[in-house]
């Protein structure tokens, strides 16, 4: 992995054009960019502006691995943090995040500051990034352990419907690493190599096909139906992609949140406990109206004119108002 020296203006010049000339060539519509501040921020900044310039439409990601938000919006374009200067990259990775959501849907804690309070505390400062719609969220990629743990219980795969459904209804650009689909597991400490282990199936030798649903477990199949039906409501879903997020304080371990697009919204619910939760629906009569909604997740109706609403336990809920 050599280094180049970007302070040399021809390579500047160079990796700039060539830049542009593969994403002529090739058609393709974004580039993440490994270890993004390592290199020379100006030439970077020249790159991301060039390249703009030429495909408005086109999207850079950097990987920017700092371990809390400040670190990261120094590097998200127009930030006040990099003043006079400016990155000019749009979207940077939400480590922070992550780390976050790897621990808050294990917790069951009515305390403050943990369980899913982790992930409003850390929402509630989105105010230091310049754009928090424009972050890249994930849940876990090729150089962390998988979100999945290897206990194959009901416990574990609830943690999983929690955890992607916030990840694919909150503010940001959400990235699920393959495999997700149908819980594969792997810890850090088991080495990159199984990390990024092959999908099972698609190959000639390989002894079974996930791809087919008849070679799944019950388990690889409830995930994978869970997450279809989640990602085929959210395609082309503009409250969630360009909506305004309101997020109330977690109250007895439930976490209530609404994404707004012009007069419709969507509320999601989440029971962070492993107990039955009644939910008092008046306190968020701002955002949860007082009629019978339509919920996604289990294709039913709750009538949200009632002032309470009994929550199973790790519930999950998303209504379209």
């Keep these: 992995m050599p280094d180049l020296n970007h302070q040399n203006r021809h390579v500047a010049r160079y990796l700039i054009q060539n830049s542009i000339w593969w994403i002529e060539y090739t058609g393709?519509?974004?580039?993440?960019?490994?270890?993004?501040?390592?290199?020379?921020?100006?030439?970077?900044?020249t790159?991301?502006?060039?390249?703009?310039?030429?495909?408005?439409?086109?999207?850079?990601?950097?990987?920017?691995?700092?371990?809390?938000?400040?670190?990261?919006s120094y590097w998200q374009k127009d930030s006040k943090l990099a003043a006079p200067k400016n990155s000019n990259l749009r979207s940077v990775m939400d480590f922070p995040l992550m780390e976050i959501m790897?621990?808050?849907?294990?917790?069951?804690?009515?305390?403050?500051?943990?369980?899913?309070?982790?992930?409003?505390?850390?929402?509630?400062?989105?105010?230091?990034?310049?754009?928090?719609?424009?972050?890249?969220?994930?849940?876990d990629n090729h150089d962390t352990s998988r979100f999945y743990t290897k206990e194959e219980d009901t416990k574990n795969l609830d943690r999983f419907k929690q955890g992607v459904t916030f990840l694919l209804t909150t503010r940001g650009i959400p990235e699920l690493y393959y495999g997700t689909e149908i819980v594969m597991a792997a810890d850090k400490a088991e080495g990159d190599?199984?990390?990024?282990?092959?999908?099972?199936?698609?190959?000639?030798?390989?002894?079974?096909?996930?791809?087919?649903?008849?070679?799944?477990t019950d388990r690889e199949n409830e995930a994978f139906h869970f997450l279809r039906k989640l990602l085929h409501w959210r395609q082309g879903n503009d409250i969630i992609a360009n909506g305004s997020l309101k997020h109330f304080a977690v109250d007895n371990g439930i976490y209530v949140y609404e994404r707004k697009l012009d007069h419709?919204?969507?509320i999601v619910i989440l029971n962070g406990t492993?107990?039955?939760?009644?939910?008092?629906?008046?306190?968020?009569?701002?955002?949860?109206?007082?009629?019978?909604?339509?919920?996604?997740?289990?294709?039913?109706?709750?009538?949200?004119?009632?002032?309470?609403?009994v929550l199973p336990s790790r519930a999950v809920y998303i209504l379209e108002n």
């Excluded at 393709?28 to 900044?45: C, K, L, S």
């Design 28 to 45: 393709i519509n974004g580039i993440r960019q490994d270890t993004h501040p390592y290199a020379d921020f100006d030439v970077m900044a």
């Design 47 to 72: 790159w991301c502006k060039e390249v703009t310039e030429e495909y408005p439409d086109f999207n850079i990601v950097g990987e920017t691995w700092y371990e809390n938000n400040v670190g990261i």
């Design 102 to 139: 790897n621990v808050a849907f294990d917790e069951e804690s009515t305390e403050w500051g943990k369980g899913l309070q982790r992930i409003y505390e850390y929402l509630g400062q989105d105010i230091v990034y310049p754009n928090p719609k424009e972050l890249l969220i994930f849940l």
């Design 193 to 216: 190599g199984y990390l990024r282990r092959n999908f099972p199936g698609g190959w000639e030798n390989d002894t079974r096909n996930a791809f087919n649903e008849s070679e799944r």
């Design 264 to 266: 419709s919204s969507v």
């Design 274 to 309: 492993n107990e039955e939760q009644t939910l008092e629906l008046n306190k968020y009569r701002e955002s949860i109206p007082e009629k019978t909604l339509k919920e996604i997740i289990g294709s039913q109706t709750i009538d949200c004119a009632a002032n309470q609403l």
